[in-house]
Nanobody, 116 residues
Framework: QVQVVESGGGLVQAGGSLRLSCAASGSIFSINVMGWYRQAPGKQRELVAAITSGGSTNYADSVKGRFTISRDNDKNTVYLQMNSLKPEDTAVYYC??????????WGKGTLVTVSS
């Protein structure tokens, strides 16, 4: 059984910062890609950032230069440092782990609210 738990969401004023964390525990093997997605009310879930096992990163255009994704392979943990937050960043943020054998794991989400 694999558990994926996000933390670090909350309410912040525009221009502020938050750091999200997400850890996977249990029988999970060789995580290839760790990613963060978000879903705002009335919108589809979208990719925010992803990082491969080799450290290559990919960001949505809307967060480039403001968000930084990182990972700790020993702890099966992925982080998302979010700076210069904007009201349009308000969403539920989900982490995702793509592991060996095509296994795909999602967290339940953490709410980020940015007030103007």
């Amino acid at each position: 059984q694999v558990q994926v738990v996000e933390s670090g969401g909350g309410l912040v004023q525009a221009g502020g910062s938050l750091r999200l964390s997400c850890a996977a525990s249990g029988s999970i093997f060789s995580i290839n890609v760790m990613g963060w997605y978000r879903q705002a009310p009335g919108k589809q879930r979208e990719l925010v950032a992803a990082i491969t096992s080799g450290g290559s990163t990919n960001y949505a255009d809307s967060v480039k230069g403001r968000f930084t994704i990182s990972r700790d392979n020993d702890k099966n943990t992925v982080y998302l440092q979010m700076n210069s937050l904007k009201p349009e960043d308000t969403a539920v943020y989900y982490c995702n782990f793509e592991a060996k054998y095509g296994m795909d794991y999602w967290g339940k989400g953490t709410l980020v609210t940015v007030s103007s």
